[in-house]
């Protein structure tokens, strides 16, 4: 396959995971209104990292199985499964108090983190347009914060977690870049998967003596889909991505989520489509256009001042 080709391949996979995960970050706002949300997370990715662990050890869908390296298992514990338990948290209590839509505009801000991470400030015009953007994407994130600013109700807990989940899904992509590298991608997804359910099992069932759970066909249902399209089908994807492109690159199309989780908590939850969000959305986006564009070849600028 040609490099564009492959690139191709790479963003059409990408596209297909952001329609998949605003469907998923719908059904789980559904689920999390009756599950416990740290339950939630851990039982999804138990789960999906077990099914996809089979695929590959089993079959040759994904390619030929090669046992893991025995250095491998710290990182992949720590790098993959800590990182993306860190995420999942905040991410499903944030469901638990927000919008969806809000949440998903929260993890469209995660390009910026990565490049003002992959870049320290200096005097160019590329670290300037990394820094206004940073900027930008902020301002959005007050817009988001300020109803709850201004109210003082809970759901300023949700914003928080909200802007937390984006922090940590930034960091684990760049654990995730890093691990892929040295194994295949869909491998990092499997493992960090399913070690990151066993990280939060503990806590998940602590979570379930306290509050119960519905166990209904509708609740498994939407649960079983979000394993499969929510878990098993994106993680694979974006993480072969992450072995080929950097963690801003395939971040960038995090940028996307806010729109199709926005269609699909409308549809299917009725979720209005506020001004304060539109206004949040637009300052967002600018700043990832700003922050990935390169200007300085677009207007033929100096690299540095």
Known sequence: MSEKKNHTAIAGGL??????????????????????????????????????????????????????????WPQLWFRGGFSLAAYIVPFCVALHFIPASHVALYLGASPIWALVAEERPRLSLASFRRYAAALLALAGVLVLFWPALRTGKSSLVGEFCGLLASLVWAVYNWQARFLSQKIPGVEVAAHSMWMSGVWLLPFGLIELHGHGLVLDAPHLEVQSLCVLFGGVVPYALWNSALRHWRASEV????????LTTTLWAYFALKEPITPTFCAAMGLIVVGVLIGQMDWSKIFRLPESF
């Open 251 to 258: 971040l960038l199309f995090n940028n996307f989520i806010p």
């Open 15 to 72: 596209l297909l995971v952001v329609i998949l995960w605003g469907g998923n970050n719908v059904g789980t706002k559904w689920l999390v209104a009756a599950w416990p949300p740290i339950w939630t997370g851990c039982t999804r990715f138990l789960a999906a990292g077990i099914i996809l662990l089979a695929v590959l050890r089993f079959t040759r869908l994904l390619g030929e199985f090669q046992p893991l390296p025995t250095g491998m």
